[in-house]
């Protein structure tokens, strides 16, 4: 009956949770000894007052200098195509032309009658100078001449838009229509975009709006091109804010002489807002706990746990306000195996 009770199933439970217990603080007892026995490696940094640049990051999309799509004032069959896809062409460039047999008729027609016209007025003109004719026939015949030289500015003005000219010098799209086609005012023959210049436009906080000024220089990123920063300049800052999102848009425009960048492109727009002399540290060697940060000091060859109250950020670099102070030598790597009080072996020192 002993035995059978020795081996029950309440004391076998009993004895596994307390052989869990024993297991699971047996290594941070055994960690905390060799702590104390032996010397955590880590890599610090002296804490130095330098420039820290406040930056401010937004997302906008590309745009051409200027953009039309090309499209025909009149309808009619297209005669001539003289374009490529994607070819560079200059302002004044005929694209394409229209039928104009009938333009071409009508404006013969009106420089015939004009040319009459002027004839007869040169003719009356003679005979009013030996008062051979009454003044009411020259001035009706001055005032045909004025009208058939004013039918002749229309009629030249419908040839002209027969002819699709480029409006501004740049880079056309794909050709959409074909040679012989029947277009009508509002079809798109290609389109046009000057990409030697780029706009930006971006939004920014109302909170920001002092620290951004016409004529200041921003850089820009693509997903296409990592690494490289486009410089571009600030040409204006909006005059209203958005009641609803208080925010305002600003527009910088990008050198783009080398085609890179394209309309549509979503771009990332790092201004700087002002450079402050501060302590700067790296922002590894930051230890968060709850809502409050700390870093390791060095004193004496042992970590001290230090609350610090931080600043500004920037990628791998964060301010210090309060803490520490110049020439204090702090942890920046190794935080995780390091507590307060522990024993430290600085391995290399660096300078920030």
Do not use: C
């Amino acid at each position: 009956m002993s035995a059978r009770l020795s081996f029950s199933p309440l004391w076998v439970g009993v004895i596994a949770i307390i052989g869990l217990l024993v297991f699971i603080n047996w290594p941070e007892e055994q960690q905390t000894q060799q702590q104390g026995n032996r010397a955590t490696p880590v890599v610090t940094q002296i804490v130095n007052v330098e420039p820290f640049a406040v930056t401010l990051q937004a997302l906008g999309t590309a745009k051409a200098n200027e953009s039309v799509m090309i499209t025909p004032q009149e309808s009619d069959v297209i005669t001539s195509l003289n374009f490529s896809d994607g070819q560079q062409v200059d302002a004044g460039d005929i694209l394409a032309q229209l039928n104009s047999n009938e333009q071409k008729a009508r404006l013969n027609e009106l420089n015939i009658n004009l040319a009459e016209a002027e004839r007869q007025l040169k003719r009356i003109q003679n005979l009013a100078l030996s008062n051979s004719t009454s003044t009411q026939l020259l001035d009706e015949q001055q005032a045909r001449v004025k009208a058939f030289i004013a039918q002749r500015e229309v009629a030249q003005e419908n040839l002209n838009k027969t002819f699709i000219t480029a409006p501004f010098s740049g880079k056309l799209g794909l050709r959409r229509v074909s040679l012989g086609a029947y277009v009508t005012p509002g079809d798109v023959l290609t389109t046009l975009d000057d990409i030697a210049t780029i706009k930006v436009d971006f939004a920014i906080s109302e909170r920001h709006l002092p620290s951004v000024n016409e004529g200041q220089t921003v850089f820009a990123e693509s997903v296409a091109y990592p690494g490289v920063q486009f410089e571009g300049t600030i040409t204006n800052v909006d005059s209203r804010i958005d009641p609803t999102t208080r925010s305002i848009n600003i527009r910088t425009v990008i050198d783009n002489a080398q085609q890179k960048l394209r309309p549509g492109m979503l771009l990332t727009i790092t201004l700087q807002k002002r450079v402050l002399n501060t302590l700067v540290i790296d922002e590894k060697a930051l230890v968060p706990d709850h809502e409050d940060q700390y870093v390791f000091v060095v004193v004496d060859g042992k970590a001290v746990k230090t609350k610090v109250l931080i600043g500004e950020r920037r990628p791998g670099k964060v301010q210090v306000l309060e803490g520490i102070v110049q020439d204090d030598e702090v942890v920046v790597q190794g935080t995780l195996r390091i507590r307060n009080g522990s024993a430290l072996r600085v391995l290399n020192s660096s300078q920030g």
